[in-house]
């Protein structure tokens, strides 16, 4: 069976076996699989060997991105085995990369004052505004941001992450704390009611010697890192941030204000152990200052470099 015939076949099945629930996440399933499919030289789904398939692995530098297509590769040829297509996975035979703890970016409770306070202020447009205060009041990831709509907060009191919508084609309702509710007050009079809160642009043309001309689209999800990016440097923030820096300030501080439970019901966690291993058990930066104030190795004198010339001198 020709590889392309394959995956078709495969991602149609998985779809209707619920295993595959939106379009970003069929999207990552045939790009990594018409991967394989090239470096293979477009062979029979058959012929394709374990050498083929660490080649394609080696496509990716970063153990978990390996790791994440790895498991893709091991899904597809599991599904070959079922359907009769081959007998076996040459995905199985090769081990797998160790998983990396990703790096994650957190900002202390004052940099989060400071980024919310200048979203407020008139320098930050609408997009800008919005992004940052469902961000981090919310905790959306980012391509929630990105699907977002006026309808999904149009319920009073609630933000509604919709199926398609979040990750793994979950529902989860997050109450709007009280920073978050003039932001979707100003949304509710002036955002848009059809389509997508925040919007892209893409120029158009030119034709018949017309001016390059831009229409709105959904923005996306590297068109939302640009504008949280812009934003913690127009808010003058010391460090980068992503879209996923402003669900963790939120995660952060719901996990040690409202408990566990609630913070993963909040955050759309599969498990209570990502919830209490990423916020609970992890120290924040404030935490960790509050700890560490007064701390001193000089005992009732003072450090050496901040004593007067003369009384060094004298000495």
């Not at 076949?9 to 998985?14: G, H, K, P, V």
């Not at 050498?51 to 597809?76: M, Y």
């Not at 996923?244 to 996990?255: E, S």
């Amino acid at each position: 069976m020709r590889i392309e015939v394959a995956i078709d076949a495969f991602i149609a099945d998985w779809k209707g076996y619920g295993r595959i629930n939106s379009e970003h996440t069929e999207r990552s399933y045939r790009s990594k699989l018409l991967l394989l499919g090239e470096d293979s030289g477009w062979a029979q789904v058959e012929d394709i060997t374990k050498a083929d398939v660490k080649k394609t692995l080696r496509r990716w530098e970063h153990p978990n991105s390996k790791l994440q297509a790895h498991s893709c590769f091991i899904a597809f040829f599991d599904w070959t085995a079922e359907e009769d297509i081959r007998e076996s996975n040459p995905a199985r035979a090769i081990p797998r990369a160790r998983r990396a703890k990703p790096q994650i970016n957190r900002l202390t409770r004052k940099e989060v004052e400071q980024l919310l306070t200048w979203a407020a202020t008139e320098k930050a447009s609408l997009a800008e505004r919005w992004a940052i205060y469902l961000g981090i009041c919310a905790g959306l990831r980012s391509q929630e941001l990105c699907r977002i709509s006026k309808a999904d907060v149009s319920r009073p009191g609630w933000v509604h992450v919709t199926r398609g919508m979040g990750k793994g084609n979950k529902e989860r309702w997050v109450p709007v704390i009280a920073d978050l509710q003039p932001v979707i007050d100003e949304i509710m009079a002036v955002g848009p009611e059809e389509g997508t809160l925040i919007r892209g642009r893409i120029s158009t043309g030119p034709r018949l010697n017309q001016d390059w001309t831009a229409r709105e689209r959904p923005i996306s999800r590297m068109g939302m890192y640009r504008i949280v990016k812009r934003c913690g440097e127009k808010a003058g923030l010391y460090q980068p941030i992503t879209p996923h820096t402003l669900r963790h300030a939120f995660g952060d501080y719901i996990a040690k204000y409202a408990g566990a439970r609630i913070a993963q019901a909040l955050l759309g966690h599969a498990s209570i152990e990502t919830t209490v291993g990423t916020y609970v058990d992890q120290v924040s930066l404030d935490e960790m200052q509050v700890a560490v104030t007064g701390a001193t190795f000089f005992a009732g004198v003072e450090p050496m470099s901040l004593r007067s010339e003369a009384e060094r001198s004298s000495k």
